[in-house]
């Protein structure tokens, strides 16, 4: 793959849309803006000086945003919002056959959403970063992005797209929407909800700490950073994870029982008779 900066140069400047500016949204869209990209953003709350400041024009009207003539849709509200968000966007106002992209954590869900609500000629591109402003603040290189060509019928459009993250060195997995469910269940989600545990218990650094649990504290202080609503929302809109949580509570008990066995046949028989 070529260098950052002469793949850039060969890029097709796109005009980007990006519905929910939170800090996931912005994240992505510096890196957009550094491209050559033009980004124009709606959201609930009021981002106008920020985007101001980013180069970016801010719309708090729907309608009007919708009206602005973009390529690709890019949709980064929270999980729990999504339905109502989706619900409530005025397709008619579109002036264009557009692409809509979403980047949310889950996949199922989203895919299930826009497929129901979205205008028929509209295509879907469904993906998730799996990095953020944390792992990704030195760069994408080697980062995973992986994505789901839902409904695609203009292929440049959407090659143009995914060209933002190759461009930047991420490794690129394409990937069914239940596949990616399936496998994040058993990675991400579980290690949201150790993370939880770990949150619940007050872990913090001691004098004499391994390195294992100094991995414990860092995935104690991630989670942390991150809202209960998106650890809701990953247990609420990714079918696959009600079953992982059922799973460690069986292990822990598992570990339990094979503690209190293990404790039983390893005590002192004198002692034992007391």
Wanted: hydrophobic fraction near 40%; aromatic fraction near 8%; charge should be negative.
């Amino acid at each position: 793959m070529s260098s950052s900066s002469s793949s850039s140069s060969q890029q097709k400047t796109l005009r980007i849309g990006i519905i929910g500016f939170g800090p996931f949204a912005q994240f992505l869209a510096k890196t957009m803006i550094k491209q050559g990209h033009i980004i124009r953003a709606t959201s609930r709350s009021d981002y106008s000086e920020l985007c101001a400041n980013l180069g970016i024009l801010f719309f708090r009207d729907m309608g009007a945003f919708l009206e602005s003539d973009n390529e690709v849709i890019m949709i980064s509200t929270s999980i729990l919002s999504l339905s109502r968000v989706v619900d409530s966007i005025p397709f008619h106002c579109l002036k264009r056959l557009t692409l809509f992209v979403d980047v949310l954590s889950v996949k199922e869900h989203p895919k299930d959403v826009l497929l129901r609500i979205l205008p028929e000629e509209c295509d879907l591109l469904c993906t998730h970063p799996m990095f953020g402003p944390e792992s990704g603040k030195d760069g994408w290189t080697d980062l995973t992005f992986m994505y789901d060509m839902v409904r695609i019928t203009d292929h440049s459009l959407c090659s143009s797209f995914l060209q933002i993250f190759s461009t930047e060195g991420c490794t690129m997995l394409e990937m069914t929407c239940e596949e990616h469910d399936r496998l994040a269940a058993r990675s991400q989600f579980l290690t949201h909800t150790i993370g939880r545990i770990l949150v619940e218990m007050e872990v913090e650094p001691t004098p004499i700490d391994t390195k294992g649990f100094q991995k414990l504290v860092q995935v104690k202080e991630s989670s942390a950073k991150d809202s209960f609503d998106l650890y809701t929302g990953l247990f609420i809109h990714n079918r696959f994870a009600r079953q992982q949580m059922k799973n460690l509570e069986v292990a822990l008990e598992k570990t339990k029982e094979k503690l209190q066995e293990r404790s039983k046949e390893l005590q002192d028989p004198i002692i034992s008779k007391f």
